[in-house]
T-cell receptor, first 116, second 118 residues
């Protein structure tokens, strides 16, 4: 059973460009979470999605960032008009529907975004 | 609001020595607590979790953690460090909000980088 897949693993963008980060959850998992890890910091929650629904986006910056988890295909985290401060590692995690608050989230290897 | 504090951003131990990584939490309800490990350029791997059953939790790779409500702590220990334990360790608490039973967001500490000296 493949784990959480993220691509690309490394992404380089120039200021003003768009970044698209993809996450395929583990088979059978219908809940996806995105976290951002800035240099020298811990992971910060960004958004929690279920298929076709955004459940909690309280950690998303108000502008330029969006996320989706369509019925078919991977979850996408989109960053428009990137700035240098967006440089970070972005991690996706997934969990099965019935895991509850005590359940484990399974993390992908991350996408490391560098903005030049 | 819930929060996690990890004391000591860098910890260095000798191979074979005791590993102690500290984590204190703040929560107005019984917490669910996790320790994750991150190896360089990799994702996070769950070491162990506390879910209100036994207060002493055993995890993978010989690690264990003890939940102490009176001290609001969940420190991670390992009796004898191996070189392969060198990594970054994150303590996390699961958030309060409940969306129909689904897992919720994790609130992480800032991490502790463990170095193991030969």
């Amino acid at each position: 059973n493949a784990g959480v897949m993220q691509n690309p693993r490394h992404l380089v963008r120039r200021r003003g460009q768009e970044a698209r980060l993809r996450c395929s959850p583990m088979k059978g998992h219908s809940h996806v979470y995105w976290y951002r890890q800035l240099p020298e910091e811990g992971l910060k929650f960004m958004v929690y999605l279920q298929k076709e629904n955004i459940i909690d986006e309280s950690g998303m910056p108000k502008e330029r960032f969006s996320a989706e988890f369509p019925k078919e295909g991977p979850s996408i985290l989109r960053i428009q008009q990137v700035v240098r401060g967006d440089s970070a590692a972005y991690f996706c995690a997934s969990s099965p529907q019935t895991s509850g608050r005590s359940g484990e989230q399974f993390f992908g290897p991350g996408t490391r975004l560098t903005v030049l | 609001a819930q929060s996690v504090t990890q004391l000591g951003s860098h910890v260095s131990v000798s191979e074979g020595a005791l590993v102690l990584l500290r984590c204190n939490y703040s929560s107005s309800v019984p917490p669910y607590l996790f320790w994750y490990v991150q190896y360089p350029n990799q994702g996070l791997q769950l070491l162990l979790k506390y879910t209100s059953a036994a207060t002493l939790v055993k995890g993978i790779n010989g690690f264990e953690a003890e939940f102490k409500k009176s001290e609001t702590s969940f420190h991670l220990t390992k009796p004898s460090a191996h070189m392969s334990d060198a990594a970054e360790y994150f303590c996390a608490v699961s958030s309060l909000m409940n969306y129909g039973g689904a897992t919720n967001k994790l609130i992480f500490g800032t991490g502790t980088l463990l170095a193991v000296q030969p």
